[in-house]
């Protein structure tokens, strides 16, 4: 299972929590909630006391003398298992003696690419943003750093830049109500987002590209296309062209499920 490293976060499921580890292999650890900002002591090898799911903990230890820190972003089930990515294709891929770090690396890496493709959750998760309200109007779109607000489902905490308690709702799917915010005033909140049921495709997709991530690439990196006896042989390569990943299947479900950037002019 994986090693948290600073500065990262890795998504983790409810069953997992207790086979992750901590670079430097420290005698203690604090992990803080998102959801209610309470924070207790974490021993390793050992899944912390939750109060929700999804959640979105913050993991503070010492390495080499400084305190660091990495998020666990825990949701209540992955969209694949690691055997499930092991056996996809076996007899063309020969993924069965990589390791569960391996396997893991990839379907988190699959997830992402995903997602961020999509500009959206394909499942619950928890995050931190900020909500104003920049005059008498009763919605505002929260900012959630690198995550366009998508399918929020619920307010699990909202506090002001002292601490204190803030009332604040969900106004649809994108936006949050803040009519018990004074104008011109803000909020930190967490918030819990994503599509409340996975499509099936999902579970395809993420198999199919943590699998492809795992299979050596003969080919050079840079090849669009190649030329055989019978014409020219055009690639799906992901970044080019708009297309997301290398897989044409992933590529429908992003296209199918997702959303175009926001952009503001």
Not at 105 to 113: F, G
Not at 205 to 220: C, E, T
Request: proline content about 6%; glycine content about 8%; overall charge negative.
């Amino acid at each position: 299972m994986p090693t948290l490293a600073p500065n990262t976060r890795t998504r983790a499921s409810l069953s997992e929590l207790g086979a992750l580890s901590l670079e430097g292999a420290p005698g203690s650890a604090t992990v803080t909630l998102l959801s209610d900002g309470t924070s207790e002591e974490w021993e390793q090898g050992t899944a912390p006391a939750l109060k929700a799911c999804p959640e979105l903990l913050t993991v503070e230890w010492e390495l080499s003398g400084v305190t660091v820190s990495a998020e666990v972003d825990v949701v209540a089930t992955r969209y694949c298992t690691l055997d499930e990515v092991r056996a996809y294709r076996a007899s063309e891929y020969g993924l069965a003696d990589k390791t569960d770090e391996e396997v893991w690396v990839a379907r988190q890496h699959a997830e992402e690419v995903i997602e961020r493709a999509a500009h959206r959750f394909f499942q619950p998760v928890m995050r931190k943003g900020f909500v104003d309200r920049p005059n008498c109007t009763t919605a505002s779109m929260p900012l959630i750093p690198d995550v366009c607000p998508r399918d929020i489902s619920s307010v699990a905490r909202a506090w002001d830049a002292s601490g204190n308690p803030v009332s604040v709702g969900v106004s649809g799917q994108t936006a949050l109500d803040v009519s018990a915010i004074r104008p011109h005033a803000a909020a930190n909140v967490a918030l819990v987002m994503g599509m409340a049921q996975t499509p099936v495709e999902m579970h395809d997709a993420v198999v199919a590209l943590a699998a492809w991530y795992l299979v050596p690439k003969a080919g050079p990196d840079n090849a669009t296309s190649e030329s055989t006896d019978s014409g020219v042989l055009r690639f799906v390569i992901g970044g080019v062209d708009g297309a997301p990943t290398s897989l044409p299947e992933v590529n429908a479900l992003v296209q199918r499920y997702g959303f175009r950037d926001l952009l503001v002019g």
